[in-house]
């Protein structure tokens, strides 16, 4: 059996929601009270699971509830979980942030913990004296620094603007350089939180690589929260699945990711979705409907995608038209739509109005997709925006495709087909 | 972190919920030394980068401040400074109230500050209050070395005599360093839920500079609010200060005793109370 390095025992995390006003005073009055006469935090038996959704009775929330795990050293663990799940809150508690409410987490080695890229990088200070500095705060010494130095700046490659100051850095410079010190540190334990969805692809690719030499090359234990299954899958052996501050799943990593995309994901399928009546907009969608003729909610490549709306325009705004945006479980865009080419927009329709949207056929491949709109002038900006409104659906590969019959799903995000033309 | 040993194995640190009190762990202070001194370098370094007139703004202030105050408390409103120069006699007071009182309120809001920091990585949190206190330090140096300068000039006039209780000075320097990082220590562990606190601590300090002989002779006070006087730690030192560099007023160690046991007391005490702040704080800010 391989040595356990971070052994959670019943890790639980409780927080206060809504203002901090006058309840804090006597609520931390009431604390101190139950705790001069050695008696349990009275706050500690009230709560409830942290479901983002619907709107609690109590003003405290469980962000996570007895969790408990064994990491074993070598293991690079995935933490998967949606939007509240409870990921950051425990990233948190294991790179000592923040302290848990209830349990203890032991650990062996020294942990590093990359929350972010660039923690405490000064704009007016150069490339080198951030090195220094953002080494110092992660841990290291400075003579330890001194002898990477090279190294770091080999692998950032801004050796020539090393002694400028970070301000003058391109974005992608700057997340280059921060990253290359964090990937330098001599820690036992990595974690890592989705700081790759920064940088260029090429430098992702970079960080993965890193990150992948760092875990299975020398042996270290690394933690990672990623809503890219793409990147959990490639980098990591095990997964923890998260829902409501609770583990729900804990195995090896394609099971995980399984098991967060059939349980978690499929359960809230979504085909239509109502917005609440805001007079202040001047216009607005009301509705959004998927079109669907069967009961699973579950359409095939050879389905036809309707979305039908339901707009009110309340006075026009200049240039304002109605927004698709289509993203695949990984959270990334695959296809985006505007109504400017509708007859609404072009005749300026005041009052209600009803729209279909019917997506080229065959566009997309079997997966799971999320839809979000909005409303959008080039002009005036953004009018309506609300993108925890989504419609999700799932499309499974059509059984009367060429590809089926041999189990095969069509590869890629994008299923137009194209012309295959033989010319000779 | 706490070094700590399980029934069955060894484990590097435990991170758990519960902590005794004093639960100070000076030793990772310690490793964590280096980052203190970038902090400080970077403290210095930035503050005046990109103004024109640069490092010059350590003395334009104290200077600006000391002639408004010989103005107006000195010709204004006459009060007395015990025969000694008016400028020489603000500028003593100003330049040790500026380090306490800057110290004082960075360190009460240190963690306000410090959030975005503080959030997303751990280290040791004594080491930014620290880092404040010796910041400041270094400005509070070159704005001393001013006030050597004019202490220098006052004497070759003959207007002042200074005395070999100068030698002290290091002495004082740290007395004033402690209390303002202690009662600061205090305050930041409070301000970080208690919001209206930073409101308060910001006039709060200026009228404490009034109860303060900074502007006045700690001799001038009416007898009945001599327990008053009695009562602020910081009396002595500013009473040591026109002592040793100015040649006025009365002074002697014993004035020094108090001073140290309530820096000692509120710098322990401060730590205590950010120590157990720090495990939470990012839970309320």
Not at chain 1, 294 to 301: C, E, G, P, W
Not at chain 2, 22 to 32: A, M, Q, S, T, V
Not at chain 2, 255 to 268: D, E, G, K
Request: aromatic share 12%; glycine share 8%.
């Amino acid at each position: 059996m391989s040595k356990v390095v971070i052994k959670a025992e019943h890790i639980s995390k409780q927080y206060r929601l809504g203002l901090v006003g006058t309840g804090t005073v006597r609520d931390d009055m009431k604390r101190w009270w139950y705790n001069l006469r050695g008696k349990e935090d009275p706050f500690l038996k009230i709560g409830e699971a942290n479901d983002r959704s619907s709107k609690g009775e109590s003003d405290y929330v469980w962000s996570l509830r007895d969790i408990n795990f064994e990491i074993n050293q070598g293991d690079s663990v995935g933490i998967i979980g949606r939007n509240g799940a409870g990921k950051s809150t425990l990233l948190k508690i294991l790179s000592q942030v923040t302290q848990p409410t209830t349990g203890k987490i032991y650990t062996k080695g020294r942990i590093a913990s990359l929350l972010e890229v660039g923690t405490g990088f000064h704009p007016e200070m150069t490339g080198r004296e951030n090195i220094y500095l953002n080494g110092a705060i992660l841990g290291m010494r400075k003579h330890e620094i001194t002898r990477k130095f090279d190294e770091i700046v080999a692998f950032s490659g801004v050796e020539r603007y090393i002694d400028t100051p970070v301000k003058r850095y391109s974005s992608g410079m700057y997340v280059r350089l921060a990253f290359a010190v964090a990937a330098h540190l001599e820690s036992e334990i990595l974690i890592v939180d989705e700081v790759l969805a920064v940088g260029d692809a090429e430098f992702q690719k970079k960080c993965l690589g890193k990150m992948n030499d760092v875990s299975k090359g020398e042996g270290r234990t690394v933690l990672f929260v990623s809503h890219s299954m793409a990147s959990v899958k490639k980098l990591c052996n095990k997964g923890i699945v998260l829902h409501h501050g609770e583990t729900v799943f804990n195995g090896n990593v394609e099971s995980a990711i399984n098991y967060y995309e059939n349980n978690l994901i499929a359960t809230d399928r979504n085909l239509s979705i109502e917005y609440s009546d805001s007079p202040s907009l001047p216009m607005q969608i009301k509705s959004v409907n998927l079109l669907n003729s069967k009961l699973n909610k579950l359409f095939t490549t050879e389905d036809e995608l309707v979305f039908e709306f339901e707009f009110l325009t309340r006075e026009n705004v200049e240039g304002a038209y109605i927004t698709i945006d289509l993203k695949d479980s990984n959270d990334e865009l695959v296809y985006w739509s505007g109504d400017y080419t509708s007859d609404r927009f072009k005749n300026k329709v005041i009052g209600h109005s009803k729209l279909l949207c019917k997506l080229p056929k065959g566009l997309l491949t079997s997966g799971i997709y999320n839809v979000s709109f909005a409303v959008y002038s080039p002009v005036k900006g953004v009018v309506q925006n609300e993108f925890s409104k989504i419609i999700s659906f799932e499309i499974e590969e059509s059984q009367h495709s060429y590809l089926s019959q041999f189990n095969i799903n069509y590869p890629g995000r994008i299923g137009i087909p194209s012309q295959w033309i033989h010319i000779e | 972190m706490s070094q700590k040993n399980t029934t069955v194995e060894h484990w590097d640190s435990v991170i758990e919920s519960k902590h005794s009190l004093f639960d100070i762990n000076l030793k990772e202070l310690w490793h964590y030394r280096d980052l203190l001194v970038l902090f400080v370098r970077r403290d210095f370094v930035t503050v005046y980068k990109q103004t024109i007139l640069g490092p010059l703004w350590f003395f334009i202030q104290p200077l600006l401040t000391t002639i408004t105050f010989t103005i107006i408390f000195g010709n204004v409103a006459q009060l007395s400074t015990e025969g000694a120069p008016k400028i020489i006699f603000y500028m003593a007071g100003i330049t040790l109230w500026n380090y306490f009182s800057t110290c004082l309120t960075t360190v009460s809001g240190v963690f306000n500050a410090n959030a975005s920091i503080f959030g997303k990585v751990y280290f040791p949190r004594l080491i930014m209050p620290l880092t404040i206190v010796i910041s400041n330090l270094m400005k509070f140096a070159v704005q001393f070395l001013l006030f050597v300068g004019f202490v220098g000039y006052f004497t070759f006039q003959n207007e002042i005599q200074p005395n070999s209780w100068i030698l002290l000075t290091p002495f004082i320097i740290i007395l004033m360093a402690l209390i303002s990082m202690g009662i600061g220590l205090i305050l930041s562990s409070m301000t970080t839920k208690y919001k209206d606190l930073n409101q308060l601590i910001g006039f709060g300090v200026q009228l404490f500079m009034y109860a303060t002989p900074v502007i006045y002779p700690s001799s001038s006070v009416p007898q009945d609010y001599q327990w008053l006087v009695e009562l602020n730690p910081l009396v002595g030192l500013f009473d040591y200060m026109r002592y040793a560099y100015l040649g006025i007023g009365d002074f002697d160690f014993s004035n020094l005793v108090y001073p140290s046991l309530f820096s000692i007391v509120i710098l322990a005490l401060g730590i205590l109370v950010f120590n157990k702040t720090q495990k939470t704080f990012m839970d309320t800010v």
